[in-house]
Nanobody, 130 residues
Framework: QLQPVESGGGSVEAGGSLRISCKIY????????MGWFRQAPGKEREGVAF????????????SVKGRFTLSSALSQDNGKNTVDLQMNNLKPEDSAMYYC???????????????????WGQGTQVTVSS
């Protein structure tokens, strides 16, 4: 059983930056992908960014490319993986609840499908004002 736990988030003006983080509790062998979805009120969940733990390959949705950067780190002490999302040049349309996810993913074609991931965090709010 995996448990992602998010931190960070908050409110910022358009053009500003925020960093959100996630710790994955559980066995690292039980997942090969970590990442983020977001959901704005009245909209479907959208895949934002994902990283493979094997080689740090990253994948982004088109609307955040060049603005968001995903990074990960493995703690040698407790085996917990962390995944951070650095968000720069934020826009009002980036406002949403951001959810951290982790799971074993067979192929990149599954990454942006919310149904692929069984393990979700509680979410952290990001609000960008114009």
């Amino acid at each position: 059983q995996l448990q992602p736990v998010e931190s960070g988030g908050g409110s910022v003006e358009a053009g500003g930056s925020l960093r959100i983080s996630c710790k994955i509790y559980g066995y690292t062998r039980d997942y090969n992908v970590m990442g983020w979805f977001r959901q704005a009120p009245g909209k479907e969940r959208e895949g934002v960014a994902f990283i493979y733990t094997s080689d740090d390959a990253t994948f982004y949705t088109n609307s955040v490319k060049g603005r968001f950067t995903l990074s990960s780190a493995l703690s040698q002490d407790n085996g917990k993986n962390t995944v951070d999302l650095q968000m720069n040049n934020l826009k009002p349309e980036d406002s949403a609840m951001y959810y951290c996810v982790a799971d074993w993913v067979a192929g990149t074609w599954e990454l942006f499908d919310a149904a692929t991931f069984k393990y979700w965090g509680q979410g952290t709010q990001v609000t960008v004002s114009s």
